[in-house]
Nanobody, 118 residues
Framework: QVQLVESGGGLVQPGGSLRLSCAASGFTFSLYIMNWYRQAPGKERELVARIASTGASTNHADSVKGRFTISRDNAKNTVYLQMNSLKPEDTAMYYC???????????WGQGTQVTVSS
């Protein structure tokens, strides 16, 4: 069955770094666009970063540009989110999402909590 398993979240001080990972199984990972979303308490879920199926192109939300970097390893069926210079406003549940628009197929992980606090 399809699985997206996020890991790497935790508590970090402002200015610190974390690297999130999302391991995929049960579908052809290399054909899917991969996304990282986040949702803070009381707020809507927002797209943080997106990477093409081949990894050739990426997009990052303005709020994280220059601090976060999405990448993927299709040989390992894994997508990453490197988060540097973390701010308290980055505190949220972070979700991995696989997307194939042509197939109208979308899969979600269970999320990993990131808390930025001193």
């Amino acid at each position: 069955q399809v699985q997206l398993v996020e890991s790497g979240g935790g508590l970090v001080q402002p200015g610190g770094s974390l690297r999130l990972s999302c391991a995929a199984s049960g579908f052809t990972f290399s054909l899917y666009i991969m996304n990282w979303y986040r949702q803070a308490p009381g707020k809507e879920r927002e797209l943080v970063a997106r990477i093409a199926s081949t990894g050739a192109s990426t997009n990052h939300a303005d709020s994280v540009k220059g601090r976060f970097t999405i990448s993927r390893d299709n040989a390992k069926n894994t997508v990453y989110l490197q988060m540097n210079s973390l701010k308290p406003e980055d505190t949220a549940m972070y979700y991995c999402c696989a997307e194939h628009p042509a197939l109208r197929s979308t899969f979600w992980g269970q999320g990993t909590q990131v808390t930025v606090s001193s």
